[in-house]
């Protein structure tokens, strides 16, 4: 009698476990990009996916090492860069961003209503820092501003243009940054441009 009862709560309990299982592990590749992001020589890889089982449909970015063994390492991995598609089960207006490595940096690129946006990413001391930001933004009638923003010389270059017309102005600051973002806090980041 014991071991029935035993067994029984063994096979109770095992559908409990693959549900667990089974709910953890919805997100599907979306995105890939393969290069050197820490200079070692080896091809590393970046994974973007989104999880189509739940309604808000988040994406995870990781990001793997090539070790000298062959086998893949994680170095970061996370849900918390990018904000959901369907943040309140509506669609935020967020294009699935892309990704690609360029001379040993993560460049990610994200469509947001009407800005167009491209960071870049370095590998430094274990961190993925932000260096770059590059945007477009269209203001809904005949104005398009261009913004070049290096976070390592504190420079921010300012281009607006009427469309169709071949003159801009230009507009040039200087800003203090005094501790590049990481991809660990670049949804809480924001630039403060005077």
Known sequence: MKKIIFLFTIFATLPLFSQANENTNHFKMVRDAVGDLNKDGLQDK????????DAT???KLQIFF?????KFKSAFSS??????????GKYGG???PDIHIENNNL???KEIGDVKEQQTFRFNKGKFELIAIS??????????????????TGTVIEITQI??????KKNQKKITVNALPTLENIRSFDVKIP
């Open 79 to 88: 849900t918390e860069v990018f904000d959901p598609q369907y943040p309140n």
């Open 46 to 53: 970046v994974i973007l996916s989104m999880n189509t089982k």
């Open 66 to 70: 090539l070790g000298q063994d062959r």
């Open 107 to 109: 460049i990610i690129y």
């Open 94 to 96: 967020n294009q699935v």
């Open 135 to 152: 945007k477009v933004k269209w203001d809904g009638k005949e104005t398009t501003i261009d913004t070049k923003i290096d976070l390592l």
């Open 57 to 59: 449909q988040p994406l």
């Open 163 to 168: 469309l169709g017309s071949k003159k801009a």
